[in-house]
């Protein structure tokens, strides 16, 4: 017979949500949901009647990991709606901008993925805190990528969190021969610390995976054959950077893309009938807690196709270089073979970009209230916003944030492993949920599907 | 009350370049200083006050050729906002090494933006020379207008230079004529936030240096900190300075210390006035 377990709130992920597991008696999920908890802040629903140079620094606060795609997708769906070409330069700044932010946002990651991982050969687990070898090199080699990726944003963007350079039209200004050198040296140093540490965590993945068994907390579980595998397709627009309605050959389709709501793809009603105190740290819930994931998920379920599908490294490898290893760690694999091509495609752009070019289109249309998508490759995956502009005003503003589709893609992913592992496999995504949940649920009927909550 | 601030030594000095002396205010102190420091790698950029689009309105800008620094040279007596480009001069400009000059009162926001850096992300530690100039009051650009063309009835496009000193507020022309008018004429178009500043040589910068208390073409400085006496010593060293002690030059670090106490016993007033400006209300005192 079947039990349920939950665990909330998940842990070394950004953003607040939670797992809720139906299983087996070997304590195998037969099916999981993973949620948003996140309370909603309705972006989408304010930014209506701001202006167009507004909204997308208001977007970018929906997460402070990946703001640039945010900033970005926000800028360049305006764009698209009102049919502003940006110049040349402008282009190569965003650019180097998207490429620093994946180099700091995947040094991140594996800062939270490292806790799940063993040394190599041993039964450690790898604390990143700890002052011991080889740990400490690696904790280093992380902070300075992340340092550089930093430092990089901050003179392309004009600010490493929440970029200040962008706007519609292009950008505010253009960077000095010196800064140019700057960003150049800074690449230069950067590029074998990031093969390094991508070398090192594929070893790492890669050992975890021939492991046969891990423990977590006080129990000893074994990996399954196909940790983490979904058949779901994969969507992905630009090896880099993005595309946008603008574009000669748009790479991402509107017309493909629905939404339902939650209520219509997740679990009803449960009660949670299995609790373990000892899953690290501070137990699961407790067992008799009610829990309706079908009215607490607080994201909207966007399908391609009408099919959930999974947006990130991955995807985009797929997509673009013919990649093929699935499941959990093939996800964390891609996202470590990325690394290098962050700092190569920065100094291509560097090499590209004249530091004397105009970086503002010389006229800004005001927007006729017409559709415009920009689709950007943010580190987690496809980050679509759509956009009507007129006159100068926003008229209507989506945004289909990567984790918002990986949800419940990574929650049919997670059929099949032990209940104890289902994080490890959501981490593998890389989940912002804090991006996920940035929107007001709309069903079918237009009604708010907060509301039903709160009735 | 410390009038003066804190400060290691006091000296008179001028540049020895005979450029940079062409058309400084006065001994060309700030613009010899950077041109050392930018050339011996202690700064790699200053912001500095450069022309505007207006004759004799300063604009700032980040300089990092000899050219620029030159170029913003002299006083320009309205408001230049130094600050604001703080943060864009390690942003686009990707400058590791910040030379900047600034009136007490822009010392003081520097200051403050190193040890309470709000929205000012990694600029804190990437000050590497801060000059401040002796500052009485400032005016707005449209004050100034009003004294030179009006008062001094002198057009801005034929001004070479401005002064206040004396008591007088001095105006030259490019072909050689001079106007003066007492400084009591000009209270009136003081920008009203200078009322209740509490320093009068920019007590929080590296080095500080103005005109009064040395001859003309002399000016006074103050080497505050271990910082600005190292640098200060390097450019004496390699012979960018000519120095002479303070107490050997008139009027001295007496007419100094006696301004600048004019000017803060004054503010000091103003300030206490405003705590009961109003009827069992006051203004706003930002020292407290």
């Not at chain 1, 949920?433 to 709160?454: N, P, R």
């Not at chain 2, 007088?168 to 009136?188: C, D, E, F, M």
Request: aromatic share 8%.
């Amino acid at each position: 017979m079947s039990k349920v377990v939950e665990v909330s709130p998940t842990t070394r992920h950004e953003g607040h949500s939670k797992l809720v597991l139906k299983v087996n008696d070997a304590g195998i999920i037969e099916r999981g949901d993973w949620l948003s908890i996140t309370p909603v802040r309705g972006i989408e629903k304010l930014c209506v009647g701001k202006t167009m140079h507004q909204a997308p620094k208001i977007s970018s606060r929906v997460c402070g990991i990946c703001p640039i795609a945010h900033t970005l997708a926000g800028i360049g769906a305006m764009e698209a709606s009102v049919g502003c070409e940006i110049p040349q330069d402008a282009y190569l700044l965003r650019t180097i901008l998207q490429c620093a932010n994946r180099l700091h946002s995947h040094a991140l990651h594996n800062i939270l993925t490292l806790p799940d991982m063993y040394i190599p050969g041993t039964d450690t687990k790898i604390n990143p805190f700890t002052p011991e070898e080889p740990v400490r090199t690696v904790a280093k080699r992380l902070q300075r990528l992340r340092e550089v990726g930093q430092t990089v944003g901050e003179i392309a963007g004009g600010e490493a969190i929440h970029p200040s350079n962008p706007r519609v039209g292009g950008m505010y200004y253009n960077i000095s021969p010196q800064a140019k050198q700057k960003i150049f040296d800074l690449a230069k140093e950067a590029l074998p610390l990031a093969i390094a540490q991508m070398e090192f965590m594929i070893a790492v993945l890669k050992n975890w995976e021939n492991r046969g068994t891990v423990t977590v907390g006080k129990t000893e579980v074994e990996i399954p054959a196909k940790f983490g595998y979904h058949d779901q397709g994969y969507m992905a627009v630009d090896p880099v950077f993005d595309s946008s309605s603008l574009d000669f050959e748009p790479k991402w389709d509107p017309d493909r893309w629905t939404d339902v709501s939650p209520y219509n793809w997740f679990q009803g009603e449960m009660e949670v009938s299995l609790e373990d105190a000892d899953y690290p740290v501070g137990g699961t819930t407790k067992a008799g807690t009610k829990t309706w994931p079908q009215m607490q998920a607080c994201t909207s379920v966007p399908l391609y196709d009408g099919q959930p599908v999974e947006v990130g490294p991955r995807a985009r490898l797929v997509q673009f270089k013919n990649y093929d290893r699935k499941g959990a760690m093939g996800l964390q694999i891609a996202r470590q073979l990325e690394y290098p091509d962050c700092l190569y495609t920065m100094m291509e752009a560097l090499d590209a970009l004249d530091c004397n070019g105009s970086v503002l289109a010389d006229e800004i249309p005001q927007g006729d209230g017409s559709l415009g998508w920009n689709a950007n490759e943010a580190p987690r995956g496809c980050d679509v916003h759509l956009a009507r502009v007129k006159d100068g005003k926003v008229q209507e503003y989506t945004l289909l944030v990567p984790t918002t589709w990986n949800f419940p893609t990574c929650s049919r992913a997670l059929e099949g492993a032990p209940w104890q592992l289902a994080e490890v496999i959501m981490r593998a995504y890389d989940p912002c949920v804090s991006c996920a949940t940035h929107m007001l649920v709309v069903d079918e009927s237009k009604k708010i599907v907060a509301q039903k909550l709160v009735q | 009350m410390d009038y003066l601030g804190k400060y290691k030594s006091a000296v008179a000095a001028r540049s020895t370049s005979a450029e940079v002396l062409r058309c400084s205010q006065d001994g060309g102190i700030v613009t010899s200083m950077f041109l050392y420091a930018l050339e011996e790698g202690i700064i790699d950029g200053a912001i500095v006050a450069g022309q505007g689009e207006k004759p004799w309105q300063p604009k700032p800008i980040v300089a990092t050729t000899p050219e620029e620094i030159l170029s913003s040279r002299g006083t320009r007596y309205n408001v230049c906002p130094n600050m604001s480009v703080l943060k864009e001069s390690v942003r686009k400009y990707g400058l590791d090494k910040v030379g900047i000059v600034g009136t007490p009162c822009q010392i003081q926001a520097l200051r403050k933006a190193q040890l309470y850096p709000v929205g000012l992300r990694d600029v804190c530690d990437k000050i590497a020379l801060a000059m401040g100039i002796f500052c009485m009051e400032n005016f707005s650009y449209q004050s100034m207008t009003q004294i030179v063309q009006d008062h001094c009835n002198v057009d801005l496009h034929s001004l070479k230079k401005t002064d206040i000193g004396k008591g007088k507020y001095w105006a030259y022309t490019n072909r050689g004529a001079v106007s003066q008018i007492p400084l009591k004429l000009t209270h009136k178009y003081e920008q009203p936030g200078c009322h209740v500043c509490l320093d009068y040589v920019a007590n929080l910068a590296d080095i500080s240096t103005g005109s009064v208390g040395s001859p003309d073409g002399w000016s006074t400085v103050f080497i505050r900190n271990n910082n600005g006496e190292n640098i200060w010593n390097k450019a004496v060293a390699a012979g960018i300075f000519e120095t002479k002690p303070i107490e050997s030059v008139k009027p001295g670090l007496e007419l100094v210390t006696k301004l600048a106490t004019e000017k803060i016993t004054k503010n000091q007033k103003e300030l206490e006035h405003r705590a009961t400006f109003g009827v069992n209300k006051g203004l706003r005192n930002p020292y407290i």
